[in-house]
């Protein structure tokens, strides 16, 4: 309430799935891209437009089917009042303003349909994105004692292969040093080189494997990190445990600023892309840099350069 009194809307979002009564009903009742539905039938007291009544509890809705896109949007809610005869009986509110013809201005507005888009692509992505981590759980339950698996990672809409992922794990199990190295190959199809999609594909994989951002090397399209013995049973296990709440993994934001070309630096922080820092590092440049201690591989590298 809060936030409506605010005009704060985007605190709300996604609105499909604000935990209120009437909300929750009117998914259930009228499911996302199926015809079967479970409402109480249209509301007589609104001749103008046709509305779905919702019913829970004491609260009352009006749902209307946008004829062109097939939403089912909720329009019009209330509280049933006084037997019907309250003045702010939720029926009689309804059937006053459609009488004095002020039903059209419940339909959604333009900026509703746009909200209504980027919830919709929101949704698509968060999905290809839980689905794209549990591959790599499957993937790393296979190469856990070592050896190597392929993943095949299909578009978020569209019947086709987004990229071939290739995943390898090598022990190395010496007197003085034991260690796991991952390398990660992702060949994204040509036509998506590039594209923000495929950095969120990138970005996805490599912290379902291990999380801080800059613990990953990068030479063209493989990345290589070292985690210690055991690290990838226990990520394959936490994995689980998120896939069975549907919940992303959270990456690791870094530990030093680094050094790198100032060129689409502002265009890529916007957009929440990686750039190259002078220590060969790749980062996210999303953190307040002056507030971190200085990459000293990147202090030796610059060193280096003719000033």
């Known amino acids: 309430m809060r936030s409506l009194a605010n005009a704060r809307i ?126 790599v759980r499957a993937a790393l339950s296979t190469v856990g004692g070592g050896g190597t698996t392929h993943v095949t990672v299909r578009h978020p809409v569209r019947e086709e292969t987004f990229a071939e992922i290739t995943i390898a794990l090598t022990q190395v199990r010496e007197a003085d040093y034991e260690a796991d190295e991952v390398d990660v190959d992702i060949a994204t199809c040509r036509s998506y080189e590039g594209s923000n999609l495929s950095w969120q594909l990138a970005l996805r994989v490599l912290i379902s494997i291990s999380p801080p951002e800059q613990g990953w090397d990068r030479f063209r399209n493989t990345f290589s990190t070292i985690v210690e013995p055991g690290h ?34 502002a265009g890529r922080t916007i957009e929440g892309r990686a750039v190259r820092g002078l220590c060969g590092a790749y980062f996210v440049p999303h953190q307040d840099h002056l507030a971190l201690p200085a990459c000293p591989h990147c202090d030796e590298a610059w060193a280096k350069l003719p000033q």
Not at 67 to 74: E, F, K
Not at 256 to 262: D, I, L
């Open 232 to 265: 990838v049973p226990e990520r394959t296990s936490l994995l689980s445990t998120l896939a069975e709440e549907g919940i992303l993994v959270q990456s690791e934001p870094g530990r030093h600023s680094h050094y790198t070309h100032r060129k689409h630096l």
């Open 10 to 135: 985007a605190d709300l979002h996604p609105l499909s799935e604000l935990p209120h009564p009437l909300v929750q009903k009117a998914a259930e009742a009228l499911p996302h891209g199926s015809d079967i539905t479970n409402v109480e039938g249209p509301i007589s007291g609104c001749t103008n437009l046709q509305l779905l009544e919702i019913k829970t509890g004491q609260w009352r809705g009006g749902v209307w089917l946008d004829p062109d896109s097939g939403v089912h949007w909720l329009v019009v809610a209330g509280l049933a009042k006084g037997g019907h005869l309250d003045w702010d009986d939720f029926y009689e509110r309804v059937r006053r303003q459609d009488s004095a013809g002020l039903a059209a201005s419940w339909l959604p507005q333009a900026e509703d349909v746009l909200l209504l888009k980027q919830e919709t692509a929101a949704r698509i992505v968060t999905g290809w994105e839980l689905a794209i981590q549990d591959q």
